[in-house]
């Protein structure tokens, strides 16, 4: 019997000790429970509530010239501005930029609504599908020279229009290497990203002189002063071939054989652009590019190509290769009837661009020159942007820009000139006066789809498309 009582006591004792025991874990899994909550409740606000200051808006401040962060400082501002409205926590891993150049908002109007033709359906172009649009402002409708040159390494060094450094005409006073500026391009490739540079026009020009960051304003040596090669200048091409941004491109698609090398394949499909620089100190660009590859080859193994034909470039499996350079016209790719299309060199070259666990910039420059049908090269494009691979991961831009800029040796923009000489302007023809206004300089749109495109709108200066790029790039998640 008292063994009995014994038990019944010890019994309850430990009934008494396991109540608390489990008293006690629900406590401290309660309270875990709470704090992991709380938790994600601030990271979700402060996501949902992005920057507040220059030191959390991110971009590669390492890797600007000291006379270009003053300036992706500056940018904050605006880049705070747009982050606030921004919401998601996603981030692009690759960014692709199609720039159109030669249409504008009231070309883009005119084209997407025909009027001649009234049983013929309005059709908008899918870039009028993407969820945010911003204007970038022009600074050419300024009081200073506007150079199409200089406009293009404002737009992808993000230095203001009026600061961009001259190109120098003495090359032993140049500026230290790292002092110079560097496009988002470089920057891209400092980082590690994959890049892409693809053209329908030369690949020397304004645009791929800037991106290559040149700093000269000749295409090859046969325009080149006497003085300046003497000072060891270098003219474009031969910067964009050996250059560090040139030689580190993945993938360079475009014109310009006739820039690059003295002796050129001529055929009626393919001519000589007579109007355009030509090379004439025997060099072969093509041929040492492939010579430094295969010198790069034999310390870290890599496969290139260099491709001239439209077939070859078809043919080509681009997924296996590192490095391509497609030369696929003497001069720009209109005068090649049987170039490729854009399409094709927009395929080809996200195929090899994509690599598990790195990222990409890719720049397409869609050059349409005066006489060209719009309506049409347009359309190319919406085909081309219609066809892309869907990529979560990317955020695409179309930036559509009239490319218009005053002559070289003007002191004034157009849209200055015009004021000044109100007087002439109207005793002028309505038609005169309708074409000088057309031809003034305009702001440029900017549409935008992908990952944190919803920081692309408003009113912008046209530095904001650099420090826009750069800060999405320098926050890209990196997936296997």
Same mark, same amino acid.
């Given at each position: 019997?008292?063994?009995?009582?014994?038990?019944?006591?010890?019994?309850?004792?430990?009934?008494?000790?396991?109540?608390?025991?489990?008293?006690?874990?629900?406590?401290?899994?309660?309270?875990?429970?709470?704090?992991?909550?709380?938790?994600?409740?601030?990271?979700?606000?402060?996501?949902?509530?992005?920057?507040?200051?220059?030191?959390?808006?991110?971009?590669?401040?390492?890797?600007?010239?000291?006379?270009?962060?003053?300036?992706?400082?500056?940018?904050?501002?605006?880049?705070?501005?747009?982050?606030?409205?921004?919401?998601?926590?996603?981030?692009?891993?690759?960014?692709?930029?199609?720039?159109?150049?030669?249409?504008?908002?009231?070309?883009?109007?005119?084209?997407?609504?025909?009027?001649?033709?009234?049983?013929?359906?309005?059709?908008?172009?899918?870039?009028?599908?993407?969820?945010?649009?911003?204007?970038?402002?022009?600074?050419?409708?300024?009081?200073?020279?506007?150079?199409?040159?200089?406009?293009?390494?404002?737009?992808?060094?993000?230095?203001?229009?009026?600061?961009?450094?001259?190109?120098?005409?003495?090359?032993?006073?140049?500026?230290?290497?790292?002092?110079?500026?560097?496009?988002?391009?470089?920057?891209?490739?400092?980082?590690?990203?994959?890049?892409?540079?693809?053209?329908?026009?030369?690949?020397?020009?304004?645009?791929?002189?800037?991106?290559?960051?040149?700093?000269?304003?000749?295409?090859?040596?046969?325009?080149?002063?006497?003085?300046?090669?003497?000072?060891?200048?270098?003219?474009?091409?031969?910067?964009?071939?050996?250059?560090?941004?040139?030689?580190?491109?993945?993938?360079?698609?475009?014109?310009?054989?006739?820039?690059?090398?003295?002796?050129?394949?001529? *055929?009626?499909? =393919?001519?000589?652009? %007579? &109007?355009?620089?030509?090379?004439?100190?025997?060099? $072969? #660009?093509? +041929?040492?590019?492939?010579?430094?590859?295969?010198?790069?080859?034999?310390?870290?193994?890599?496969?290139?190509?260099?491709?001239?034909?439209?077939?070859?470039?078809?043919?080509?499996?681009?997924?296996?290769?590192?490095?391509?350079?497609?030369?696929?016209?003497?001069?720009?790719?209109?005068?090649?009837?049987?170039?490729?299309?854009?399409?094709?060199?927009?395929?080809?070259?996200?195929?090899?661009?994509?690599?598990?666990?790195?990222?990409?910039?890719?720049?397409?420059?869609?050059?349409?020159? *005066?006489?060209? =049908?719009?309506?049409? %090269? &347009?359309?190319?494009?919406?085909?081309?942007?219609? $066809? #892309?691979? +869907?990529?979560?991961?990317?955020?695409?831009?179309?930036?559509?820009?009239?490319?218009?800029?005053?002559?070289?040796?003007?002191?004034?923009?157009?849209?200055?000139?015009?004021?000044?000489?109100?007087?002439?302007?109207?005793?002028?023809?309505?038609?005169?006066?309708?074409?000088?206004?057309?031809?003034?300089?305009?702001?440029?749109?900017?549409?935008?789809?992908?990952?944190?495109?919803?920081?692309?709108?408003?009113?912008?200066?046209?530095?904001?498309?650099?420090?826009?790029?750069?800060?999405?790039?320098?926050?890209?998640?990196?997936?296997?």
């Amino acid at each position: 019997m008292v063994t009995a009582q014994r038990t019944k006591e010890v019994c309850q004792i430990v009934r008494l000790k396991s109540t608390q025991v489990f008293l006690v874990a629900g406590t401290c899994l309660l309270t875990v429970m709470i704090t992991l909550l709380c938790i994600g409740l601030m990271t979700r606000y402060e996501v949902q509530n992005e920057v507040a200051n220059v030191a959390d808006v991110d971009y590669w401040k390492d890797r600007v010239a000291p006379s270009q962060k003053i300036w992706y400082d500056k940018g904050i501002d605006e880049l705070n501005e747009a982050l606030r409205s921004s919401k998601g926590p996603q981030y692009p891993r690759n960014v692709r930029i199609f720039l159109v150049q030669g249409v504008d908002g009231r070309d883009l109007a005119a084209l997407r609504f025909p009027t001649r033709d009234i049983s013929q359906e309005n059709e908008n172009f899918l870039w009028d599908q993407f969820p945010h649009l911003v204007r970038l402002k022009n600074s050419c409708s300024q009081q200073f020279p506007c150079q199409v040159e200089r406009v293009s390494k404002a737009l992808w060094s993000g230095i203001p229009l009026d600061r961009v450094p001259e190109s120098p005409t003495d090359c032993r006073d140049l500026v230290n290497a790292t002092k110079t500026p560097l496009s988002i391009l470089r920057q891209a490739q400092l980082a590690g990203l994959r890049t892409g540079f693809v053209t329908t026009q030369r690949i020397t020009g304004s645009t791929g002189a800037a991106l290559a960051n040149t700093h000269s304003n000749y295409e090859c040596d046969e325009r080149m002063p006497l003085g300046s090669s003497k000072s060891g200048c270098q003219d474009i091409a031969r910067q964009l071939i050996s250059g560090e941004t040139g030689k580190s491109l993945n993938v360079i698609i475009g014109g310009g054989r006739q820039m690059l090398s003295s002796l050129v394949p001529v *055929s009626k499909w =393919d001519p000589v652009d %007579e &109007l355009l620089c030509e090379s004439s100190d025997g060099r $072969n #660009l093509l +041929k040492e590019w492939r010579n430094h590859k295969l010198r790069e080859s034999k310390i870290n193994p890599i496969k290139f190509e260099l491709v001239q034909r439209t077939d070859e470039l078809e043919s080509l499996n681009a997924s296996s290769f590192d490095h391509i350079l497609g030369i696929m016209a003497n001069g720009d790719l209109s005068g090649n009837a049987k170039a490729p299309s854009l399409q094709l060199m927009v395929e080809k070259s996200i195929e090899l661009l994509k690599k598990p666990g790195q990222g990409y910039l890719l720049i397409v420059e869609q050059f349409i020159q *005066s006489g060209m =049908d719009k309506r049409k %090269e &347009l359309q190319l494009l919406n085909d081309t942007l219609a $066809n #892309l691979h +869907k990529d979560q991961d990317a955020l695409t831009l179309v930036l559509l820009t009239n490319a218009m800029y005053p002559k070289p040796t003007l002191d004034v923009s157009e849209e200055t000139e015009t004021i000044e000489h109100l007087s002439d302007t109207f005793n002028a023809s309505e038609l005169e006066m309708q074409q000088r206004l057309y031809q003034m300089p305009s702001e440029s749109l900017l549409f935008a789809r992908g990952p944190k495109s919803a920081i692309f709108h408003g009113i912008r200066k046209e530095t904001f498309l650099a420090h826009a790029v750069s800060h999405v790039l320098s926050r890209s998640r990196t997936k296997p």
